[in-house]
Structure formats: C-alpha cells, structure tokens
C-alpha cells in the first residue's frame, strides 16, 4: 500500500509472488472499511480446487464489512474472484466474527 494525494491506494510491489496478491487485496479492503484493522485477520485454507480465504473482523465491525443486504460483502466477493481469475485461481471468502 502506498499513499497517494493523501489516500491509501494498493500497489503490488514486484517482490511479491503471484499467490500471495489476492490475500493482502482482501486485507487491504477489509483494513479500510473497519473501525479496529488491527483486529483483521486472514486465514488462508484449500478446498479442492479453490482457496478459501476466511475473514476475520472484531465484532464491532462486522456490520461494515457486510454492509446493508450483504452489499459490501457482495463487492468484495467479486473483487476478489476477479483478482483471483487473473491468477487463473477459484477463491470462496467467508466472512466471520
């Protein structure tokens, strides 16, 4: 993450391998929408053919991760499977407490 006129923005540095990049993008996105980003963890699991990543917030966030009807939550799903297609993967994300 680097700082840009005064805003977080996501660069993938050239050190970083190809598997790790979807990972912190959904750290990164879980760290700015929450109130404790010190709180968000991800854990990372394999089911068959896809990566699993779990979120992890502080309870208190939970409400702006999801977002009302599970609209944000939604975004993120997405973002993520795009990322994620790039890299020619399947990723799941679970979002718990």
Known sequence: ??????????????RHQRGCVVRE?????????VEHPDAV??????????VVYRLLVHPEDIGQ???????I??????VMHAAA????RHVIVDIAE
């Open 1 to 14: 993450m680097t700082w840009h006129a005064g805003r977080a923005v996501w660069r993938l540095p050239a």
């Open 25 to 33: 993008l959904l750290e990164f996105l879980a760290k700015s929408l």
């Open 41 to 50: 963890v991800v854990e990372e699991h394999t089911r068959g053919d896809a």
């Open 65 to 71: 991760v999801i977002g009302r009807h599970g609209r």
């Open 73 to 78: 939550a939604k975004a993120i799903r997405q």
């Open 85 to 88: 297609h790039r890299e020619g």
